[in-house]
């Protein structure tokens, strides 16, 4: 899962006589157009956005707009948060949970991807796009709490783990996307251009605890519950930890624009 994916960059379309492009070439010039993999986990960056381009490149040889695609991963993520839900666990739909978000996760980011690549994207497809977000992020933990309700042999106490999860998430989901819009904003204002630094791949590494792909894996074991939740209540208490230390962080970033802001007054 992922922060603000800045939809409405543009990337230049080609000029010159026009032949049928391949699937090859398509995958070739949305390299060429990525956006920062500053701050990406390592499923994000190295997994998903590859995954995600391709799954793009077949969506635009398709026709299909940035919108589709959002509205199509859409149904894949809902899907798999239905039979957390709904379906007593067992292998078979603990891999069919896992395809799904994984799938969906994959479109999630080829509708940004599909975007940059028809030239630019809509303020209204970014708002669809994080509204389906922050849908998907409250659901799947509301669904392991009613699965683990109905399914598993767990103390009452242990409910209290999704519930917990579902806090951390939108917090942190709230966090970033509050971020890049103060940071926008404050650039908007006074000139004052975002300051990015090149990605590490050893903090990528570091932060995939918090990455929503790993997530989505993690479904695999359902087919075993406990195994599962006991995973599950350890990438909370490694979600719980980031924010915490993301959030001091995050403010002190917020006083230096304060700082950049009395500055350029």
């Given at each position: 899962?992922?922060?603000?994916?800045?939809?409405?960059?543009?990337?230049?379309?080609?000029?010159?006589?026009?032949?049928?492009?391949?699937?090859?070439?398509?995958?070739?010039?949305?390299?060429?157009?990525?956006?920062?993999?500053?701050?990406?986990?390592?499923?994000?960056?190295?997994?998903?956005?590859?995954?995600?381009?391709?799954?793009?490149?077949?969506?635009?040889?398709?026709?299909?707009?940035?919108?589709?695609?959002?509205?199509?991963?859409?149904?894949?993520?809902?899907?798999?948060?239905?039979?957390?839900?709904?379906?007593?666990?067992?292998?078979?739909?603990?891999?069919?949970?896992?395809?799904?978000?994984?799938?969906?996760?994959?479109?999630?980011?080829?509708?940004?991807?599909?975007?940059?690549?028809?030239?630019?994207?809509?303020?209204?497809?970014?708002?669809?796009?994080?509204?389906?977000?922050?849908?998907?992020?409250?659901?799947?933990?509301?669904?392991?709490?009613?699965?683990?309700?109905?399914?598993?042999?767990?103390?009452?106490?242990?409910?209290?783990?999704?519930?917990?999860?579902?806090?951390?998430?939108?917090?942190?989901?709230?966090?970033?996307?509050?971020?890049?819009?103060?940071?926008?904003?404050?650039?908007?204002?006074?000139?004052?251009?975002?300051?990015?630094?090149?990605?590490?791949?050893?903090r990528s590494l570091l932060v995939v605890p918090t990455d929503y792909g790993l997530l989505c894996v993690l479904f695999v074991l359902l087919g075993a519950p406990m195994v599962f939740f006991g995973a599950y209540t350890v990438v909370l208490l490694a979600n719980a930890g980031f924010l915490l230390l993301a959030s001091v962080k995050w403010f002190r970033d917020m006083q230096q624009l304060?700082?950049?802001?009395?500055?350029?007054?």
């Amino acid at each position: 899962m992922s922060s603000s994916r800045n939809a409405v960059r543009e990337m230049t379309p080609p000029t010159g006589p026009q032949r049928p492009e391949r699937f090859a070439d398509v995958v070739r010039r949305l390299t060429a157009a990525q956006k920062s993999a500053k701050g990406a986990p390592a499923y994000s960056r190295f997994v998903n956005r590859p995954l995600g381009r391709r799954l793009a490149a077949g969506a635009y040889l398709m026709g299909l707009t940035p919108n589709v695609v959002t509205l199509i991963s859409a149904l894949f993520s809902f899907t798999a948060i239905a039979l957390i839900a709904l379906v007593s666990p067992s292998w078979w739909s603990a891999v069919a949970v896992a395809v799904a978000l994984v799938l969906g996760y994959a479109l999630d980011s080829a509708d940004g991807q599909l975007a940059r690549l028809r030239g630019g994207g809509s303020h209204s497809g970014e708002w669809l796009d994080h509204m389906v977000d922050a849908a998907k992020i409250t659901s799947l933990h509301l669904a392991v709490l009613i699965g683990a309700y109905r399914f598993f042999d767990l103390p009452a106490a242990w409910l209290l783990v999704p519930i917990a999860f579902v806090l951390v998430a939108n917090t942190m989901f709230f966090g970033m996307i509050l971020n890049d819009l103060l940071r926008a904003r404050l650039a908007a204002r006074t000139g004052t251009p975002v300051q990015r630094t090149a990605p590490s791949t050893l903090r990528s590494l570091l932060v995939v605890p918090t990455d929503y792909g790993l997530l989505c894996v993690l479904f695999v074991l359902l087919g075993a519950p406990m195994v599962f939740f006991g995973a599950y209540t350890v990438v909370l208490l490694a979600n719980a930890g980031f924010l915490l230390l993301a959030s001091v962080k995050w403010f002190r970033d917020m006083q230096q624009l304060d700082r950049i802001q009395g500055d350029k007054s």
